[in-house]
């Protein structure tokens, strides 16, 4: 993925890799980041990467787990439009209460290049109203942007 964002930044200044990328970047995007710190999605390692994806382009980023790599300067959508706040969630397991009681993970990206980040005009987490009329275990996550003159 490194290879790939970094050679598609390269082609064009207006790109995007979305979907589920299946990894709690911060702690702010897991409600129970304490009890999920060795699980897949949420492991030092997988989020070391995101750190890179997100740190300042050309810079050395110190990763989560210590490990130290490039900035690749790329910008999460979800994390900029929400800001330092839990969530919002895409994610929610289908047992137990999770989704009733907004228990979930911030999993489903828009990860975008710096130019096309300045053309959001709209961020949000099409989230069912509730756990009977939802039709998967994920939210979609619509970004509007402003592409024409």
């Known amino acids: 993925m490194e290879q790939r964002l970094t050679e598609l930044g ?14 709690g ?3 702010l995007d897991i409600k129970n980041w304490r009890g999920n ?3 897949a999605g949420f492991l030092p390692r997988e989020r ?3 750190d890179r994806f997100f740190g300042p382009a050309g810079e050395q ?29 895409t994610w929610w397991s289908m047992r137990g209460k999770a989704f009733d009681n907004d228990s979930g993970w911030r ?16 961020y949000r987490v099409d989230r069912a ?20 003159g």
């Open 10 to 23: 390269a082609t064009t200044e207006l790109a995007v890799v979305m979907g589920d990328l299946n990894v």
């Open 25 to 27: 970047h911060r702690e």
């Open 37 to 39: 710190r060795k699980n």
């Open 48 to 50: 070391a990467y995101f």
């Open 61 to 89: 980023v110190e990763g989560v787990d210590g490990s130290v790599g490039t900035g690749l300067g790329w910008v999460d959508v979800g994390r900029r439009h929400a800001g330092e706040v839990e969530g919002p969630y």
């Open 107 to 122: 999993i489903d990206y828009h990860v975008v290049t710096p130019a096309l980040a300045e053309r959001v005009t709209d």
């Open 129 to 148: 109203p509730s756990y009977d009329t939802r039709w998967s275990d994920h939210s979609p996550v619509i970004v509007d942007y402003t592409l024409g």
